[in-house]
Every structure is written in structure tokens, then in C-alpha cells.
């Protein structure tokens, strides 16, 4: 393993993950998908370990989306249930670590016991202000973005808003978690080079890190390569390198 430090000044501060090809990796072993599921959940907790001590504050993990609902219920109901186990049985590593668990989506869509459980981590964990794990569930970016313009519409129906006045800041602030950082990384396992209606808004100027690696393959090394790729990167957000500056 490569134990060379990263800059600190050059670690992320936000890292999101499209944690993809739980579904390829059980096949590819003869496995039910639920088992690539399973697998992945142990990523997860690599992931939030390195995140620690890598010193990186917020976390986002893609974990099911406004279109996943059209999966075959027994894969919904295995996932569900894999969320629901999580909550009961890891919530004590989000509290060793005082970690803050926070959710971003249509979490109303969710089976009444996972919301149960996902408000009383939420609700737990609420204090804790060292770092941050969002789930996106039920998630989708244009819903997202829809909710947002929904929102700011009835304001301005209302009177209490001119559409004049609406600038990129009052979108921002209408998001799910208005007050988090945008992402710096985004990591995307199993090779697809795609966004999935991830984060639309937020990924604006993330740098995007894919892999070959299949999530439930995907562990400390995978992602400290992954900070260690992004803190080489020149970000221009729009301007020109300092090389070109001089
Ligand atoms: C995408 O792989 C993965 C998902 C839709 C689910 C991700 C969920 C977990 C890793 C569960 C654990 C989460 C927590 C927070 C405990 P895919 O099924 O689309 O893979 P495929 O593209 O190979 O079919």
C-alpha cells in the first residue's frame, strides 16, 4: 500500500461516490445480486475509514436513486433491508467516529421502518459536526433541482420573492442540504463514464475519478489512489492554469 503523505492542503474536502457495479460483481462470481449489495456495504465502511484518516469532512454515497424504484422488488426489498440492518447494527461507528449522518432525497418514498431508523441515526447523530455522511437515497438531481425550482416558484406566488432577485445563490440555497460544500471528487467505480443524474447541480466543478475497481471490490488503497489523483489535478474552475498565468 502507498503510504507516501498527500498534500494536505490538497485533500478534498467533499467526496461523493457512485458506488457502481455491485450487480456485475456477483455475477461475475455466480452470486445473487444481493450479495454484490452486501459486499458493497462493506466499501462503505472502508470508505468512511479512510475519510477519516485521511481527514476528509463530507462523505456522499449514491445509494439508491429516484430510478433504481424500477428494479425488481426483491432486489428493492434486499437493499432496504441491507440499509435497515446498517442503521441497527454500524450506527455505533458513526458515533465512535462522531460522524453525522444526514440523508438527501425523496426520503418519504422510502418503507416506513428505514425512514424510522434513518431519523433516529439522523436525530443521534445531529451534534456531531467533525464530519459528514449523506446518503443520497431516493435521490435523483433533476428531481432535486424540480423540488428547488417547485420551492422558489411558491415564493415568488406568494409575494415573498422577485423573480428579478433570483441568481445561481437562490437556487443553491434551495437544494437538499443547502448548507453542505459542493464536492471536490467525484469517484465512479466500474468503469462507466457517466453521471447517472447524480449531484447535477453540486458536480458542477468536481473532478471526476472513475475505476475499473467494481464497488464491493473498492477499499482503502482504491480510494487513497483516487485523493492521491485529485490532489495532482489543476483545478481552473473556469480561469487558466498558473502555468499559462506566468
Ligand atoms: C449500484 O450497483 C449500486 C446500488 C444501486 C446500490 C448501492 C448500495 C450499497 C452499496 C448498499 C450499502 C449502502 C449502505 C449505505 C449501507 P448496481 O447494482 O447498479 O451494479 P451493476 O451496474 O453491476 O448492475
Not at 33 to 43: D, F, L, P, T, V
Not at 45 to 73: H, Q
Not at 120 to 130: C, S
Request: with cysteine.
Amino acid at each position: 500500500m502507498n503510504t507516501a503523505p498527500i498534500d494536505p492542503a490538497r485533500i478534498p474536502r467533499h467526496v461523493a461516490v457512485i458506488m457502481d457495479g455491485n450487480g456485475r460483481w456477483a455475477q461475475a462470481k455466480g452470486l445473487p445480486r444481493h450479495k454484490g449489495h452486501e459486499a458493497g456495504a462493506e466499501s462503505v465502511r472502508a470508505v468512511m475509514e479512510s475519510c477519516r484518516d485521511l481527514g476528509i469532512k463530507y462523505l456522499t454515497l449514491y445509494a439508491f436513486s429516484v430510478e433504481n424504484w424500477v428494479r425488481p422488488k426483491d432486489e428493492i426489498k434486499g437493499l432496504m433491508q441491507l440499509l435497515k440492518t446498517y442503521l441497527e447494527e454500524r450506527a455505533f461507528e458513526l458515533h465512535e467516529n462522531k460522524v453525522r449522518l444526514r440523508v438527501m432525497g425523496r426520503m418519504s418514498d422510502l418503507p416506513k421502518a428505514v425512514q424510522i431508523g434513518l431519523n433516529r441515526v439522523i436525530k443521534a447523530t445531529a451534534d456531531y459536526t467533525e464530519s459528514e455522511l449523506i446518503l443520497a437515497l431516493s435521490y435523483g438531481g433533476r428531481a432535486e433541482l424540480t423540488d428547488a425550482v417547485r420551492e422558489i416558484a411558491r415564493k415568488v406566488e406568494k409575494g415573498d420573492l422577485k423573480a428579478r432577485k433570483i441568481d445561481e445563490a437562490t437556487v443553491a440555497s434551495h437544494l437538499y442540504l443547502p448548507d453542505v460544500p459542493d464536492p471536490d471528487l467525484m469517484i465512479r467505480t466500474s468503469g462507466e463514464m457517466r453521471i447517472s443524474n447524480f449531484l447535477l447541480w453540486q458536480l458542477s466543478y468536481a473532478e471526476i475519478y472513475v475505476t475499473n475497481t467494481m464497488w464491493p471490490d473498492f477499499r482503502k488503497d482504491h480510494f487513497r489512489a483516487a485523493v492521491e489523483d485529485y490532489s495532482k489535478r489543476n483545478r481552473r474552475f473556469g480561469d487558466i492554469s498558473a502555468e499559462e498565468q506566468t
